[in-house]
């Protein structure tokens, strides 16, 4: 009696800990893939759901499956657009940035998704995201995304130029982009992808100067936005004392 007493107990704490190891994240689909052309700017998007009841903190870490070396990859999710460098959502300070989502919330992929850049150049990119749950990371849900780039044959679109002048940068910057991107915002990254300077520029532009007084020597990343938000341009650049 006392042998089935302690099965049955077993039985059932292991139920427990399996209902309590099951996670309240899922994404749809998962597996994650896009296809498009080696002019792209590619946002593979799937809906994050939590059929948890209560809110909870979330972040995410990025790995690299199979990219490209011509190509750039970044991770955007509800708070923002993360510098190709980022493989956590880090803030000023190296400070992780978690982002909320509600008891019973599914978030859509335009605002949780990942942004393939293939550069002109064809092949097939894939990266592991693991979004968890800051006060339990077991709590999680982790996917590969993928994008496949093609040559095709409809002729080449007009290409986005950027111009930064000069080039190692002192504290002034004059930056000038091709009429076909009109930059709303400037988003400044340092090498480990933290988000050091962001310039709202009121209006889009395709000319502006950005003061760049406060960063300390060593290359940068530019990300320029359009008005609605979108990526139009990117630059490195190297800032010089």
Known sequence: MKRILTLVLLSAFSSFTILQAQSTLSLDPCPLSESGNIWDLAKVKGDLSHSGSTDIELAWIRSMVDIPSEWTTSVCDPN?????????????????????????????????????????????????????????????VECEFSFSAVATSTGDPELVTVSLQPNPVGDRVRVVTSSNAPVRQVQ????????????????????????????????????????????????????LQ
């Open 80 to 140: 923002l657009c993360y510098a190709p460098f980022s493989d956590e959502p880090l803030g000023p300070g190296d400070v992780l940035e978690p982002f909320t989502i509600m008891a019973g919330q599914t978030i859509s992929g335009e605002q949780m998704y990942v942004q393939f850049q293939p550069n002109t150049t064809p092949g097939t990119g894939s990266v592991m995201l693991k979004i968890y749950e800051i006060a339990n990371p077991n709590n999680s």
């Open 188 to 239: 400044l990254y340092n090498l480990v992808g933290k988000l050091v300077k962001q310039v709202d520029l009121g209006s889009a532009v395709n000319a502006f100067d950005l003061d760049l007084t406060e960063l300390q020597e060593g290359m940068y990343f530019a990300r320029m936005l359009n008005a609605s938000g979108e990526l139009v341009a990117s630059k490195r650049f190297n800032k």
